[in-house]
């Protein structure tokens, strides 16, 4: 299977415990996508990579959230001190280079409850 | 601001019957726009998407989508129901020469009675 791969997919923790998610994109897509989804919203943005760089930051991106993408291969999105909103599903998608009509595939996403 | 709009969180049909999922846009520049359907315990799997090359877009599993300009719409729709197609469905859209964000709609949970 080539898709996009999250790890893990379920996360149980304690109210301000950190958690850190991993994702890894489509080998040859250069751009990646993290998204949130709480239950009965859609998918909200939350940041995006062009290869190591990340170019773009939604204000729902606290300080308490940090995302990375070293390599520009894998990304890991980390929260510091969790609070009981931060359950939700953290969704990864990746991107082919183009224009704006490049589909985004997404990840099984990763669960997180917070105790 | 983008965004889209979703009219309806659920909708039920009969197998067989006739699926309509409304979606509409706020853009002042039509704007790409995707559907996705999302299965339980599942990501976001593309469904269809638009990119200004045909107001009538055919996707994946018989569905289909118009582009409607006049409207600011871009309905969802399949002629015939079946059981496999009960999921959700999210339609999103991303400004053109903007964010590379998608904005999504609140989704659209589709229930197909036997």
């Known amino acids: 299977d080539t898709g996009v791969s999250q790890d893990p997919r379920h996360k149980i923790t304690k109210r301000g415990q950190n958690v850190t998610f991993r994702c890894d994109p489509i080998?040859?897509?250069?751009?990646l996508y993290w998204y949130r989804q709480t239950l009965g919203q859609g998918p909200e943005f939350l940041t995006y990579?062009?290869?190591?760089?990340?170019?773009?930051k939604s204000r729902l991106l606290s300080d308490r959230f940090s995302a990375e993408r070293p390599k520009g291969s894998f990304s890991t999105l980390e929260i510091q001190r969790t609070e009981q909103g931060d359950s939700a599903m953290y969704l990864c998608?990746?991107?082919?280079?183009?224009?704006?009509?490049?589909?985004?595939?997404f990840g099984a996403g990763t669960r997180l409850s917070v105790l | 601001a983008q965004s889209v709009t979703q009219l309806g969180s659920h909708v039920s049909v009969s197998e067989g019957a006739l699926v309509l999922l409304r979606c509409n846009y706020s853009?002042?520049?039509?704007?790409?726009l995707f559907w996705y359907v999302q299965y339980p315990n599942q990501g976001l799997q593309l469904l269809l998407k638009?990119?200004?090359?045909?107001?009538l877009v055919k996707g994946i599993n018989g569905f289909e989508a118009e582009f409607k300009k006049s409207e600011t719409s871009f309905h969802l729709t399949k002629p015939s129901a079946h059981m496999r197609d009960a999921a959700e469905y999210f339609c999103?859209?991303?400004?053109?020469?903007?964010?590379?964000?998608?904005?999504f709609g609140k989704g659209t949970k589709l229930t197909v009675n036997p």
């Open positions: 990579f062009q290869n190591e760089a990340q170019l773009e």
């Open positions: 999103a859209g991303r400004s053109q020469g903007g964010s590379e964000k998608l904005v």
């Open positions: 080998s040859e897509h250069n751009r």
């Open positions: 638009y990119t200004s090359a045909a107001t």
């Open positions: 998608a990746s991107s082919p280079d183009g224009l704006g009509g490049n589909i985004q595939y």
């Open positions: 853009s002042s520049v039509p704007p790409y």
